[in-house]
C-alpha cells in the first residue's frame, strides 16, 4: 500500500500540532504503522489520502453506529445548519433529544448536554460531591473517564487508597481524593471503604470497560457496586460515553440490570460531532445552577447542528432497534478469529460485549487491567499491519475497542472474516 500522501500531510501537522495529532493514538505509534490521513468514509469503509481503501471497525471510535455519512444524518446536519451553527440559547430540538435519552434510559429523569464524554464525567462528579458533601470518589484501574485532572490517576501492581497522576501536569493534590480499585473485584471496593467509606461521594466505572479494550463485568460485580453504593451513601456514576445506546437501546445499565444513580453519555448521541451529556435521578440532578449550588455551564451545549445529528440517530436506532443484529455479526468475527487462531497455533482472546470486541494475542482470560497488560501488544502490531494490507481497519492500539455499525453487511463481514483468518495464518511468519 502506498501512503506518500499521508505521510507527507504527517510531516506537515508536526509543524503545527504536537507530535502531529490532535489525539494521541491516531500516531499510530502503538502498532508501528503509517500514520493514516483520513480523505473521506461511506458506510462500513474509510478512504485515506492516498485513495486507500478499508473495512473500518474504529467507526469514530464508536460514535458511528450507523456508518460513514449516513444520509438522514447528514442532511439534518446540513438543515440545521442551514438555519445557523449555533445560538448560545435553548433551542426546541434540544428537549426532543432529552425526551428521546429518557425514553431509552429510565434511570435518567433529568440530563444536560455537555460537549463531550470528558466534560459529561467531570461534570457529573462535581454534582456528586455537591449532593453528597464529600470528596472522594473510587475509580478503577485501566478505565479510562476522560483527561480531566482527577481522573488521571493510576493504581499499578496493587491497590492504592491514595491515586497517583499518571500523567505529567496533574499536581498529586488533584488526585488525592481519586481512590483506585481493581476492576472485577469488589475485596478491593469494600478495602478502601473500610479506610475512606465515610468521605466517598462516588463510585464510578465504566460498566463494560472499553479503554482497557472490552473487559465485561463479571457476574455480581455491578450488583455488588450498587449494594456498596446504597451502603456508604455514595452515588453510582455509570460512565457510558462508550456503551451508551451501542450495547442497547437502553445502554449496559439495561443489558445488567443494574441501575446507577447517574450516567454519562457521549459518541453516538451526536450521530458522530462532538458531545456529551450527563443525567441521573432529579434530586441529584436539581442540584445543578440555576436550581441548585452547583455551577456548570457551556456555550455551545446542546448545539443545534450537533442535537439534530443526534435527533436522527436516536431516532433510527429506536425504530429499528439494530443491536441484537449488531451483536450477532461482531460473534461471527470472533468465532472467525478463534477458530482460525486455533488452527494456526495462535493464542488469542477475543472479548466481546454486543456489537463491541477487542482481539487479544493471549492465552489467559481477560477479566482487569493486569491481566490485558499481559496480552502481546507486539503481536497485535503485527496483526494490525498484516490488516491494514488486506483492506481492514482495526484499532491502532491493542488496548482499544472495535466496534460494528448498521453498515456492515453480511457481505462486509464476509469479507471481513476472510482478511481476518487470512492475517492469522500469516501471522507466525512475520
Known amino acids: 500500500m502506498d501512503f506518500t500522501l499521508s505521510g507527507e500531510a ?116 462535581r454534582v456528586a460531591r455537591g449532593y453528597t458533601g464529600r470528596d472522594a470518589i473510587i475509580k478503577f484501574d485501566g478505565c479510562y473517564h476522560g483527561h480531566s485532572d482527577a481522573l488521571l490517576a493510576k493504581a499499578g501492581s496493587g491497590l492504592r487508597t491514595f491515586g497517583l497522576p499518571s500523567s505529567a501536569g496533574v499536581p498529586e493534590d488533584f488526585t488525592r481524593h481519586t481512590l483506585v480499585a481493581r476492576y472485577n473485584d469488589l475485596e478491593s471496593v469494600e478495602q478502601i471503604c ?86 441521573g435521578r432529579a434530586e441529584i440532578m436539581r442540584c445543578l445552577a440555576p436550581e441548585g449550588p452547583v455551577y456548570q455551564a457551556g456555550t455551545l451545549s446542546g448545539n443545534p447542528v450537533v442535537v439534530a445529528a443526534g435527533n436522527a440517530t436516536l431516532r433510527r436506532l429506536r425504530d429499528e432497534q439494530p443491536h441484537d443484529e449488531l451483536s450477532d455479526r461482531a460473534a461471527r468475527l470472533a468465532e472467525c478469529v478463534t477458530s482460525t487462531a486455533e488452527a494456526a497455533g495462535v493464542p488469542v482472546r477475543v472479548e466481546r460485549v454486543g456489537p463491541m470486541f477487542t482481539i487479544y494475542f493471549a492465552d489467559h482470560p481477560v477479566t482487569d487491567a493486569d491481566s490485558a497488560a499481559r496480552a502481546d501488544f507486539d503481536c497485535y502490531g503485527r496483526f494490525f499491519r498484516l490488516l491494514l494490507e488486506r483492506g481492514v481497519l482495526l484499532p491502532p492500539s491493542g488496548h482499544e475497542t472495535a466496534f460494528v455499525s448498521t453498515c456492515h453487511t453480511d457481505d462486509v463481514i464476509e469479507e471481513s472474516a476472510a482478511a481476518l483468518s487470512d492475517a492469522l495464518r500469516a501471522l507466525p511468519q512475520t
Open 10 to 125: 504527517g510531516e506537515r501537522s508536526r509543524q503545527s500540532i504536537p507530535g502531529g495529532v490532535n489525539s494521541p493514538v491516531r500516531a499510530f505509534s502503538a502498532v508501528d504503522a503509517p500514520q493514516i490521513f483520513a480523505a473521506s468514509g461511506s458506510g462500513a469503509r474509510l478512504t485515506d489520502l492516498d485513495g486507500n481503501s478499508y473495512v473500518d471497525y474504529l467507526m469514530c471510535w464508536g460514535a458511528l453506529i450507523l456508518g460513514h455519512a449516513d444520509p438522514e444524518v447528514t442532511a439534518a446536519i446540513a438543515e440545521a445548519a442551514a438555519r445557523g451553527t449555533g445560538y448560545g440559547l435553548s433551542t426546541g430540538p434540544e428537549s426532543e433529544l432529552a425526551e428521546l435519552i429518557r425514553e431509552a434510559v429510565p434511570t435518567i429523569e433529568l440530563l444536560r448536554m455537555v460537549n463531550s464524554g470528558t466534560e459529561a464525567v467531570m461534570s457529573a462528579i
Open 194 to 279: 473500610a479506610v475512606r467509606g465515610d468521605d466517598v461521594a462516588a463510585i464510578l466505572v465504566e460498566p463494560v470497560a472499553g479503554n482497557m479494550g472490552v473487559v465485561a463485568p463479571q457476574q455480581g460485580f455491578l450488583q455488588g457496586l450498587r449494594e456498596i453504593a446504597d451502603r456508604i451513601g455514595a452515588v453510582l456514576i455509570f460512565d457510558e460515553v462508550i456503551t451508551g445506546f451501542r450495547v442497547g437501546w437502553g445502554g449496559a445499565q439495561g443489558l445488567y440490570g443494574v441501575a446507577p444513580d447517574m450516567i454519562c453519555l457521549g459518541k453516538i448521541i451526536g450521530g458522530g460531532l462532538p458531545v456529551g451529556a450527563f443525567g
